[in-house]
């Protein structure tokens, strides 16, 4: 007998869990691309299900069309956005002053701030970057 919406799957995944007795996480990348609603369906009957020692992240571009308000209600969803990710000012002069021995003046983190917009993977490759001093000795990135 064909199962559609994959609840018989959902369920085996879900036994399994449960026979694991330490803590799991799963991580589901670009859960963004998910938009077919018996796939959506799905991964809501298994959040309703999930044992506690297993922890599910979802990373995507924007919110999943899930229905999250139990989970939340419950204090067991915690919810990262772009800006969470992002360094602050005073957090790029630091990283930049700690893994890459530059002290930034305000006008070179103003300047870094705009070039990556604050994404520290970007700031960590400009940091392995040989910066050279320009006219005056300033730094230009």
Not at 53 to 76: C, D, E, F, T
Not at 124 to 139: F, I, S, T, Y
Request: net charge negative; with cysteine.
């Amino acid at each position: 007998m064909e199962d559609p919406s994959g609840v018989s799957l959902i369920a085996a995944l879900i036994n399994g869990l449960q026979r694991i007795s330490q803590t799991t996480v799963l991580v589901w990348d670009d859960f963004h691309h998910i938009e077919v609603a018996s796939i959506l369906k799905g991964v809501n009957y298994m959040l309703e299900r999930m044992p506690s020692h297993v922890h599910l992240y979802l990373a995507g571009r924007n919110a999943p069309s899930l229905s999250l308000s139990r989970i939340r209600m419950g204090n067991g969803l915690n919810r990262l956005d772009a800006s969470d990710l992002r360094f602050a000012p005073d957090e790029t002069t630091e990283f930049f002053a700690n893994c890459g021995g530059m002290e930034l003046s305000i006008e070179d983190m103003a300047a870094v701030q705009k070039k990556t917009e604050g994404w520290s993977v970007y700031q960590l490759w400009k940091a392995d970057v040989r910066v050279e001093p320009v006219g005056g000795g300033r730094a230009v990135f």
